[in-house]
């Protein structure tokens, strides 16, 4: 029974920063991927950025030099750093995990993130 936990969203000018963090419970697995993903109103739901049990990471391009995500995997967290923030990153932001490849994943509740003057 595992739930993701999220905090950090809010309301920041054009420019600024914001931390997000999501914490796993109900489970000491160590998942094969956590990150986060985002849906703005009139969009679909894009993968943002991803890190793997091992380290490696994805992000989208427009994201890339931006936003830097990090894990702690004897806490089962995740975080997104997210830097020089645009309005278009205005979004609702859904951690993400996954037990393995090919497993369904579990969801976070979102959080709102929202950039503007």
């Known amino acids: 029974q595992v739930q993701l936990m999220e905090s950090g969203g809010g309301s920041v000018q054009p420019g600024g920063s914001l931390g997000l963090s999501c914490a796993a419970s109900?489970?000491?697995?160590?998942?094969?991927?956590m990150g986060w993903y985002r849906q703005a109103p009139g969009n679909e739901r894009e993968l943002v950025a991803t890190?793997?049990?091992?380290?490696?990471?994805n992000y989208i391009d427009a994201v890339k030099g931006r936003f830097t995500i990090s894990r702690d995997n004897a806490k089962n967290t995740v975080a997104l750093q997210m830097n020089s923030l645009k309005p278009e990153d205005t979004a609702v932001y859904y951690c993400?995990?996954?037990?393995?490849?090919?497993?369904?994943?579990?969801w976070g509740q979102g959080t709102q993130v929202t950039v503007s003057s």
């Open positions: 993400y995990a996954r037990r393995t490849k090919f497993a369904n994943g579990y």
């Open positions: 890190m793997y049990s091992g380290g490696d990471t």
């Open positions: 109900g489970d000491r697995f160590i998942f094969y991927a």
